[in-house]
T-cell receptor, first 115, second 110 residues
């Protein structure tokens, strides 16, 4: 596909369960970003990958959140022991040349609902 | 650290009115600046960008000028349309470190 894809598109889970969200960036894009967008709120930066390494993990809200990227491509964001406040839309974006001001291309997001 | 502050919304205008959405930034380096737009029911997409001081980004009648002296990147449009109703996000990228403002919801009424 030509764009950033994310799966699942919707996820409903019970409080306390673990969830895994997946992002497939545009082929060849070296940079990958995860954001969280709560209802009516702006974009909250979570984590950024350059290749497989994450130079900036400062946005992860707690140690229940982790992310990895393998092969410089697919990334997974894992939330352990989910809480109701984790309910949000999780957005992934990729970029070809972030250091040079490259545009970010966003995926459609995963809507997570914790009941 | 790097951050972006943009005008709080919501903003409601009549069709053909002039639009300004203010955006200021704080950055340790020399960032690139962006405006992204999120139309109802759609994903975020780039509206315009500027990569160095005094550059002007423009698209779909929108403009923003990178002002280093005032650390600003205000979004303007001379005559808004109903179809411009959306949420607008100001953002900066400093060597890959990307930060977004909180977003400003614009509603344009006919």
């Amino acid at each position: 596909g030509a764009g950033v894809s994310q799966s699942p598109s919707n996820k409903v889970t019970e409080k306390g369960k673990d969830v895994e969200l997946r992002c497939d960036p545009i082929s060849g894009h070296t940079a990958l970003y995860w954001y969280r967008q709560s209802l009516g709120q702006g974009l909250e930066f979570l984590i950024y990958f350059q290749g497989n390494s994450a130079p900036d993990k400062s946005g992860l809200p707690s140690d229940r959140f982790s992310a990895e990227r393998t092969g410089g491509s697919v990334s997974t964001l894992t939330i352990q022991r989910t809480q109701q406040e984790d309910s949000a839309v999780y957005l992934c974006a990729s970029s070809l040349n972030p250091a040079g001001g490259g545009e970010q291309y966003f995926g459609p997001g995963t809507r997570l609902t914790v009941t | 650290g790097n951050s972006v502050t943009q005008m709080e919304g919501p903003v409601t205008l009549s069709e053909e009115a002039f639009l300004t959405i203010n955006c200021t930034y704080t950055a340790t380096g020399y960032p690139s600046l962006f405006w992204y737009v999120q139309y109802p029911g759609e994903g975020l997409q780039l509206l315009l960008k500027a990569t160095k001081a005094d550059d002007k980004g423009s698209n779909k009648g929108f403009e923003a000028t990178y002002r280093k002296e005032t650390t600003s990147f205000h979004l303007e449009k001379g005559s808004v349309q109903v179809s411009d109703s959306a949420v607008y996000f100001c953002a900066l990228s400093d060597r890959g470190d990307m930060r977004f403002g909180a977003g400003t919801r614009l509603t344009v009424k006919p």
